[in-house]
């Protein structure tokens, strides 16, 4: 009898043992827990405090670079064409104009230069922007805009830089190219030889203008080239104004071309050799620069890294839930 009661007592032991131990471990867990909600909820009001933080930053801004304009040195105001021009791109009219037009309202401003180095792209952007440099020319008269090359400034680029006071290259810049293109590619022959059946249904003679997988129309390819004659002699006629008695029309000036720095300048497409900062000091008179080129808004910088590190933080927290 004395040894079940042992017995007893020893399983009674184990089973408050047993209990225990699984109350210490729902006691720590719970703990944990809290620790862990405590340490999500500082990050997610600190990052509130960031988010409200940059917020006023933005509103205030404006007012703090308006301010910035008056009084002071007079500077270079720098704006960039870099790249593809296109819409979708950051060389493209809107943003360019919006540079253009805040560098030559402020009051500090003492000349403009287009940092040019773009292969061209749309001649719609392009021809946005050539019209816009002339309109604040006759808006802002004492203001000089200069066109500063580095690697290129063909095609679209070259119809914006025609817009310009002047034009300055280095002697091996690529400058000229002034013509159209509309490329694509014909895939005929090869399906013929795959044995492949092109079925293609319009409404509209011509709706299946340029097909690549049917043959050439030779209506179709004289229509398309008056269209290209048209957009190109705009483009020669943008130059010729823009460039006037300065520019040597011969016979390939206007042929598509592409010619060096030391070239363009004595064909009348350039005028001179230099750099943005030595048109700055030695043209424009002052070596302070600002670059006026509108950049992603802040804020919409801040709201995608926080959303990505938001999302970082969400993924790591509810693997670290899983886990447990």
């Known amino acids: 009898m004395e040894n079940q009661q042992n017995n007893k007592d020893a399983e009674s032991q184990n089973t408050l043992g047993w209990e225990r131990e699984v109350l210490e471990k729902l006691a720590m867990a719970a703990v944990t827990e809290q620790r862990t909600a405590r340490r999500w909820s500082v990050f997610f009001k600190s ?3 960031a988010y409200l933080l940059a917020i006023g930053f933005m509103a205030l801004y404006p007012k703090f670079e308006k301010g910035m304009g008056k009084g ?5 105001a720098v704006v960039d ?3 593809v021009i296109a819409e979708d791109e950051p060389a493209n009219a809107e943003s360019i104009i919006e540079g253009l037009r805040n560098a030559l309202k402020n009051e500090q401003t003492k000349g403009v230069i287009l940092n040019i180095n773009s292969p061209g792209g749309s001649p719609v952007q392009s021809a946005y922007i050539y019209t816009e440099i002339r309109r604040l020319k006759e808006k802002y008269p004492e203001i000089p805009i200069y066109a500063v090359v580095s690697d290129i400034c063909a095609s679209g680029g070259y119809y ?3 817009a310009a006071d002047k034009i300055y290259v280095n002697q091996s810049s690529m400058i000229g190219s002034i013509g159209v293109a509309l490329n694509g590619f014909g895939f005929v022959n090869t399906m013929e030889k795959l044995g492949v059946d092109r079925r293609l249904l319009i409404s509209g003679k ?3 203008l340029l097909d690549p997988f049917s043959p050439v129309n030779s209506k179709e390819t004289k229509h398309m080239q008056a269209l290209l ?7 020669i006629n943008a130059v010729r104004v823009g460039r006037g008695d300065r520019l040597v029309e011969t016979k390939e000036i206007f042929s598509g071309l592409v010619w060096t ?3 363009g300048v004595k064909l009348g497409l350039a005028d001179g050799f230099g750099s943005i900062g030595t048109v700055a000091r030695d043209v424009i008179g002052t070596e302070k620069k600002r670059n006026f080129t509108p950049q992603e808004r802040l804020l919409d910088k801040l ?3 926080l959303g990505a590190s938001f999302g970082h933080a969400l993924g790591t927290a509810v693997n670290g839930w899983s886990i447990q």
């Open 47 to 49: 990052l509130m405090f």
């Open 72 to 76: 002071g040195e007079k500077f270079t």
């Open 81 to 83: 064409v870099l790249g």
């Open 160 to 162: 914006i830089a025609a």
């Open 206 to 208: 011509h709706k299946g």
């Open 229 to 235: 004659n048209e957009v190109h002699q705009d483009f």
């Open 261 to 263: 720095g030391a070239q």
């Open 303 to 305: 709201a995608s890294k």
